[in-house]
């Protein structure tokens, strides 16, 4: 079992830049891949950024080069930067795992983008 929980999400506005976070507890040496998806209202859920244990970081095109994913394993903390904000941006977030076959998935922070 793996256990995530997200936070630093909120209200901002178009342009802001934000950092959301996630805190991995449980079987945490069994992780294979971390990752950050997001659903918007009426959307499906879309993953944004992944990476992998050996290293391999990859994200959805249209987020390219705004969001950075990263970690830090002493923390047992993987972080989604995200910059220049837009209202389409505007979703709950979730922090995602992969150990096997298995997907786990914490219980989201919503971000709302909106002047």
């Known amino acids: 079992q793996v256990q995530l929980v997200e936070s630093g999400g909120g209200l901002v506005q178009p342009g802001d830049d934000l950092r959301l976070s996630c805190k991995l507890s449980g079987n945490i040496d069994s992780i294979r891949v971390l990752g950050w998806g997001r659903q918007a209202p009426g959307k499906q859920r879309e993953t944004v950024a992944s990476?992998?244990?050996?290293?391999?970081?990859n994200y959805v095109d249209s987020e390219q080069g705004r969001f950075t994913i990263f970690k830090d394993n002493a923390k047992n903390m993987v972080y989604l930067q995200m910059r220049s904000l837009k209202p389409e941006d505007t979703a709950i977030y979730y922090c995602?795992?992969?150990?096997?076959?298995?997907?786990?998935w914490g219980q989201g922070t919503q971000v709302t983008v909106s002047s």
């Open positions: 995602n795992a992969i150990s096997g076959r298995l997907s786990y």
């Open positions: 990476m992998s244990t050996r290293g391999e970081i």
